[in-house]
Every structure is written in C-alpha cells, then in structure tokens.
C-alpha cells in the first residue's frame, strides 16, 4: 500500500506538468510520462525488466485519455479545433492505434526502447530547426489519403505513448492549418488514439498481470490515477496561455530537454 501511494503522489507531480504541456503544445505527455514512469516501474521494482516499456507506454496512453478530453474540451470553447478535416485525421489515427496496442505487446523490450528513443529524437529535431512558412500556401490531400498518413501516424504514437501531437501538429501546419487550430486538433485526435490504443494495451496484457496488484492489462493504476488527478485540471490553464506565452519557445526548450532523455534512454 505504502508503494502504491509514493507512486500515486509522485505521478501527481509528474502530472502537473504533463497536464500543463498539453493544453500549451497539444501534445499528451507521454514524452515525459514513458521515461520518468520507467524510471519509477524500475526504482519500486513494480515489474520485471522485460516488461517495463510497455507498462510505462500503456499507462501513458490511459493518462493521454483524460488528459487530451481535458484539452480537447477548452480548444474547442474557444473554437480552435478545425472540424471540417478533424474527423478523418482521427478516423485515421484510430485505426493505427488500436493495431499498434495490440502489436506492442509482441515486440521485443529493447525494439520498443529503441523506437521510443528513435522517435523521440526525429520529434525533438522537427521541433528544433522547423521552418515557418510565411507566404507559401500548401493544401492538404484528400481526405482518404489524409486518414492514410494519419493512421501511420497514429499507430506510431500508440507504439511509443504519445498522443500523436508532436507529430500531427507538424503535418497540420504543413498544409497551412493555424498552428492553435493544429494544437486543437492534434489534441482531440490524442482522445483516439488514448482510446483505442489502451483498448488493445489492455486487450494485450489482459493476462500478463492481476488486477490485485494495480494493473488492468499492461496499465499500471496507481500511476494512471496519480497522473490524472492533477493533469486533467492543469490542461485548459495550458490551453489558456496559448494566448499568452512564446509557444513557439517553449517547444524549442522542451525539445532541448526531449534530446536530453532520448539519449539517456538509447544509452541505457
């Protein structure tokens, strides 16, 4: 019991800033949740080494559930959520994320480190150096092949833990969207591919843990709810200060500190 509320109230912490960074850059968290979580699985000797990843991973996604709904709700109060292309691009990730959650669970622990920290990296170096366009205008494709880049997109995301907006965000500005209104989007497509993705986690891992010991598939609870407490209520201030802060540098420090951790996590 003494185990389960250390890591209750150290995932509160963690979740404080993972609520705030998702409101302000529409991303899910699980960039921060999967390392620091890892490190806690590992610390408590909560599951075995093998295992680790995807406990972290899948607990990730849950958060993202009730983090993302939370600012999905306050982007789309102050109507920066694109709908006219929004349900395709989360029809796509849908489906890429519900595969993946199933798939995940079959891979090697190392394959799934090394795609995390892979991917971490490719997603710190967009948010380092991306360009912005001043005058050129590009369209998106259709919307079949919109939902086709988006599923790939959402089955990475479901794979590595994230709410897919450190790579949907991109993609929407790329075809011209507003940045708050790709923040907007990106944040309600991290209510899908919470959803389906946890869906297979815990379809997945339904037998490799017992409820008993605080799972519910490969997602550890103690965790989830710690993380939750504090992130569903921090997001809308995050989505607020939109308005307000340099997102445009924060991403770039935060992308700084992304490096930092995806290095750590390839050399370990």
Same mark, same amino acid.
């Given at each position: 019991?003494?185990?389960? $509320? ?33 490190? @806690? ?11 680790? *990843? ?18 999905? @709700? ?16 989360? &029809? ?10 199933? *798939? ?17 990296? @490719?997603?710190?170096? !967009? *948010? ?5 366009? @001043? ?36 993609? $929407? ?23 389906? &993705? ?46 307000? #802060?340099?997102? !445009? ?7 700084? #500190?992304?490096?930092?951790?995806? $290095?750590? *996590? $390839?050399?370990?």
């Amino acid at each position: 019991m003494l185990t389960f $509320l250390t890591i209750f109230a150290l995932c509160a912490l963690l979740g404080s800033l993972v609520g705030f960074l998702a409101g302000l850059l529409g991303i899910g968290g699980g960039l921060l949740i999967v390392p620091v979580l890892s490190a @806690l699985l590992k610390w408590f000797h909560i599951v075995h080494d093998d295992k680790v *990843m995807l406990v972290a991973i899948a607990t990730s996604l849950a958060t993202i559930l009730f983090t993302s709904t939370s600012s999905a @709700l306050a982007h789309h109060k102050n109507d920066n959520i694109p709908w006219h292309v929004a349900p395709w691009i989360m &029809g796509g990730v849908a489906v890429g994320a519900l595969g993946s959650g199933f *798939m995940a669970a079959f891979l090697p622990a190392d394959i799934v480190r090394l795609v995390f920290g892979a991917s971490v990296l @490719l997603i710190a170096y !967009r *948010m380092l150096f991306a360009k912005v366009k @001043l005058d050129e205008v590009i369209h998106a494709p259709n919307r079949w092949l919109l939902s086709t880049i988006t599923a790939l997109m959402g089955a990475l995301s479901a794979m590595i833990g994230i709410g897919g907006g450190a790579l949907i965000v991109p993609l $929407l500005t790329y075809f011209s969207i507003d940045m708050k209104k790709a923040i907007g989007c990106a944040s309600a497509c991290g209510i899908v591919i919470a959803l389906f &993705g946890s869906i297979g986690y815990i379809s997945s891992g339904w037998h490799a843990f017992e409820l008993e010991s605080g799972f519910i598939g490969f997602i550890y609870l103690p965790a989830l709810f710690g993380v939750v407490s504090t992130s569903w209520f921090i997001a809308p201030i995050g989505a607020k200060a939109t308005q307000h #802060l340099p997102v !445009r540098t924060i991403k770039r420090v935060f992308a700084a #500190l992304l490096v930092i951790i995806a $290095l750590r *996590m $390839l050399m370990s």
